[in-house]
């Protein structure tokens, strides 16, 4: 029962949050004039011929208070406003884009979590023994890399010099065609799932043969923080008094790892762990440029470029909720993980 009350509570503020975060977006929106709004309420390019006729509609010209409630409306309505970037809705471009980051981190977010904690695990159970070194030398050196570069060295070895092994972009041209095509049915948008779905293993293999170079990119970078702060929080578990007392009554080194100190070493990680999905589902700009693999990412990034305000506004909104959200699932991990939380 405690836990389904803490679980309420968090969600009644996740609700006042959320509120918080559609009215500090609205102040931005504000500061730009009525005719540059109105781009965030259009639905088709022939609208941008009578931008006073939306002004008016939308209510542009009147009190804040007034213009907050016909944005939330829209907002609530599903309507964005027109995205001159891709030259489509904005809504349109988010459901064209977003399968494109989630597959990119539903592959990446799993290694760098879980190899991540193992590594971690490894460093600190074998603390200044060669395999501690070891793993923290590759940590300094994998968080040392600047995303660009390892991204662009691994595209010049495995595309250039092993002739395309490895290459950019989503899919090859064939398989893009037969995505397309009335023959492949597109469940879920996510081209290694809807090929199995649809039976065509060739499409999976030529998916995940685009996907390998991007994945490797943000595993190399992104792991060694994961690995960092398990091995520091496991080092501090070991030292308590609960994994000395299990020792001391003669549990094996295995049961005073798995069921004692990693257990308890997990909360900290479950926080950065949820921080970097959340980062991973927003779209990772460099990776996805480099690798020209067109999700959010790259579309807020040119978009941004380009002063595209309502994609702009929709990157910074889907970015607040992904974030607010995140942090709810992480405290009812912590809550789950740890039961005395909950009496917070």
Same mark, same amino acid.
């Given at each position: 029962?405690?836990f389904?009350?803490?679980? !309420?509570r968090?969600?009644?503020? +996740?609700?006042?949050?959320?509120i /918080?975060?559609?009215?500090?977006? *609205?102040a931005?929106?504000?500061?730009?004039?009525?005719?540059?709004?109105?781009?965030?309420?259009i639905?088709?390019?022939?609208?941008?011929?009578?931008?006073?006729? !939306?002004?008016?509609?939308?209510?542009l010209?009147?009190?804040?208070?007034? #213009?907050?409630?016909?944005?939330?409306? #829209?907002?609530?309505?599903?309507? *964005? /406003?027109?995205?001159?970037?891709?030259?489509?809705?904005?809504?349109?471009?988010?459901?064209?884009?977003?399968p494109?980051?989630?597959?990119?981190?539903?592959?990446?977010?799993?290694?760098?979590?879980?190899?991540?904690?193992? +590594?971690?695990?490894?460093?600190?159970?074998?603390?200044?023994k060669?395999v501690?070194?070891?793993?923290?030398?590759?940590?300094?050196?994998?968080?040392?890399?600047p995303t &660009?570069?390892?991204?662009?060295?691994?595209?010049?070895? *495995?595309?250039?010099?092993?002739? /395309?092994?490895?290459?950019?972009?989503?899919?090859?041209?064939?398989?893009?065609?037969?995505?397309n095509?009335?023959?492949?049915v #597109?469940?879920?948008?996510?081209?290694? !799932?809807?090929? +199995?779905?649809?039976?065509?293993?060739? !499409? &999976?293999?030529?998916?995940?043969?685009?996907?390998? @170079?991007?994945?490797?990119?943000?595993?190399?970078?992104?792991?060694? @923080?994961? %690995?960092?702060? %398990?091995?520091?929080?496991?080092?501090?578990?070991m030292?308590?008094?609960?994994? @000395?007392?299990?020792?001391?009554?003669?549990?094996?080194?295995?049961?005073?790892?798995?069921?004692?100190?990693?257990?308890?070493?997990? +909360?900290?990680?479950?926080?950065?762990?949820?921080?970097?999905?959340?980062?991973? %589902?927003? /779209?990772?700009?460099?990776?996805?440029?480099?690798?020209?693999?067109?999700?959010?990412?790259?579309?807020?990034?040119?978009?941004?470029?380009?002063?595209?305000i309502?994609?702009?506004?929709?990157?910074?909104? *889907?970015?607040?909720?992904?974030?607010?959200?995140?942090?709810?699932?992480?405290d009812?991990?912590?809550?789950?993980i740890?039961?005395?939380?909950?009496?917070?």
């Amino acid at each position: 029962m405690n836990f389904l009350n803490y679980i !309420i509570r968090r969600i009644l503020l +996740l609700v006042v949050v959320l509120i /918080g975060v559609t009215l500090i977006i *609205f102040a931005i929106l504000t500061l730009f004039s009525p005719e540059q709004r109105a781009s965030a309420f259009i639905r088709d390019i022939k609208q941008l011929s009578d931008i006073n006729s !939306i002004i008016k509609t939308y209510g542009l010209d009147r009190p804040v208070y007034v #213009q907050y409630y016909y944005w939330i409306r #829209q907002v609530l309505s599903g309507n *964005f /406003g027109w995205s001159t970037t891709v030259s489509r809705t904005v809504m349109d471009a988010f459901k064209f884009f977003l399968p494109n980051t989630v597959e990119l981190a539903l592959y990446s977010a799993p290694l760098i979590i879980l190899v991540g904690i193992w +590594l971690g695990s490894i460093s600190a159970v074998h603390r200044d023994k060669p395999v501690d070194h070891f793993t923290r030398f590759l940590a300094i050196i994998g968080w040392s890399l600047p995303t &660009f570069w390892f991204g662009l060295v691994l595209l010049m070895v *495995f595309y250039g010099y092993f002739r /395309g092994l490895f290459p950019p972009e989503i899919l090859g041209y064939k398989a893009q065609a037969y995505v397309n095509s009335a023959d492949f049915v #597109q469940y879920t948008r996510i081209n290694t !799932i809807d090929a +199995l779905l649809n039976g065509k293993l060739w !499409i &999976f293999v030529d998916a995940v043969r685009h996907l390998v @170079l991007p994945v490797i990119t943000l595993t190399v970078v992104q792991i060694a @923080l994961v %690995m960092r702060i %398990m091995r520091s929080s496991m080092l501090e578990a070991m030292g308590k008094g609960y994994v @000395l007392t299990a020792r001391a009554k003669g549990a094996s080194q295995k049961v005073v790892i798995k069921k004692h100190a990693r257990r308890n070493a997990l +909360l900290p990680v479950v926080t950065v762990s949820g921080w970097l999905f959340a980062q991973l %589902m927003a /779209g990772v700009v460099i990776t996805e440029t480099i690798f020209n693999r067109k999700g959010l990412g790259w579309w807020w990034a040119h978009a941004a470029t380009q002063l595209d305000i309502p994609a702009v506004l929709m990157a910074v909104l *889907f970015n607040g909720v992904l974030f607010v959200v995140t942090n709810l699932v992480v405290d009812i991990l912590y809550a789950y993980i740890d039961p005395r939380v909950r009496l917070g």
